[in-house]
């Protein structure tokens, strides 16, 4: 048996922190750690508890999610953030994902959602409910002033055609295996091409990868 995956929730409503421990404790590979109200208690507690992934609300007393977010992320071997977000309110969200956050999640989901964001967060997929994820990036990008694209513009210039093409299946939301089912190759060579691409845009993981497609213009919404 493999440890289980430790999970921190940072959430200023007690009830909403009672009712996703009480999820994710009943589940034998993940186990709740550590809990917290708002994001500046978050941080103090997180100094001296590791844990592996953090379920962050943005809206809290204090410090918000972001704060909290982006202080967090620039730790040495930081957890992953899931932004815990309303989807209609939240356009803060997108700041959250260029802060570090390895997703987001809806707060009305499904405990099933919850929980496989969890484990695929702490896999390092980074790739959540993937079309909730296109709706949600779609809705904030068109919100978003037009604006920061001219400055990424270089790093997609270095993507090979075949790099540009697995970024707009990724926007898309295509995981791996469905990526090289349409590309007519190996799963493998998908994940080279997917390391390439993070690694020419610096990006973390695939959702700010993919929030870098929809700001420069390379996937559009409702494409």
């Given at each position: 048996?493999?440890?289980?995956?430790?999970?921190?929730?940072?959430?200023?409503?007690?009830?909403?922190?009672?009712?996703?421990?009480m999820v994710i404790d009943s589940q034998p590979d993940?186990?709740?750690?550590?809990?917290?109200?708002?994001?500046?208690?978050?941080?103090?507690?997180?100094?001296?508890?590791?844990?592996?992934?953090?379920?962050?609300?943005?809206?809290?007393?204090?410090?918000?999610?972001?704060?909290?977010?982006?202080?967090?992320?620039?730790?040495?071997?930081?957890?992953?953030?899931?932004?815990?977000?309303?989807?209609?309110?939240?356009?803060?969200?997108?700041?959250?994902?260029?802060?570090?956050?390895?997703?987001?999640?809806?707060?009305?989901?499904?405990?099933?959602?919850?929980?496989?964001?969890?484990?695929?967060?702490?896999?390092?997929?980074?790739?959540?409910?993937?079309?909730?994820?296109?709706?949600?990036?779609?809705?904030?990008?068109?919100?978003?002033?037009?604006?920061?694209?001219?400055?990424?513009?270089?790093?997609?210039?270095?993507?090979?055609?075949?790099?540009?093409?697995?970024?707009?299946?990724?926007?898309?939301?295509?995981?791996?295996?469905?990526?090289?089912?349409?590309?007519?190759?190996?799963?493998?060579?998908?994940?080279?091409?997917?390391?390439?691409?993070?690694?020419?845009?610096?990006?973390?993981?695939?959702?700010?990868?993919?929030?870098?497609?929809?700001?420069?213009?390379?996937?559009?919404?409702?494409?």
């Amino acid at each position: 048996m493999t440890d289980p995956v430790r999970v921190a929730l940072v959430d200023d409503q007690q009830l909403v922190r009672a009712g996703f421990r009480m999820v994710i404790d009943s589940q034998p590979d993940l186990t709740v750690s550590l809990e917290a109200g708002d994001g500046a208690q978050a941080l103090r507690l997180l100094a001296d508890h590791r844990v592996d992934v953090v379920l962050m609300d943005v809206r809290m007393p204090t410090m918000d999610g972001l704060t909290a977010t982006a202080r967090l992320t620039a730790t040495p071997d930081a957890p992953r953030v899931v932004v815990l977000t309303t989807f209609d309110l939240d356009e803060y969200v997108l700041e959250a994902i260029r802060a570090g956050a390895s997703g987001f999640l809806l707060k009305d989901a499904p405990p099933e959602e919850m929980l496989a964001a969890i484990r695929t967060v702490h896999r390092g997929d980074a790739v959540i409910a993937p079309s909730t994820t296109r709706r949600l990036l779609e809705h904030l990008v068109t919100a978003m002033p037009a604006a920061t694209a001219p400055a990424q513009h270089d790093a997609l210039a270095g993507l090979t055609d075949r790099e540009r093409e697995v970024l707009v299946l990724m926007a898309r939301g295509r995981s791996n295996s469905e990526i090289a089912a349409d590309l007519f190759v190996a799963e493998a060579t998908v994940k080279t091409h997917v390391g390439r691409v993070l690694a020419k845009l610096g990006a973390r993981d695939r959702v700010q990868a993919v929030v870098t497609a929809y700001e420069v213009g390379l996937v559009r919404p409702g494409s």
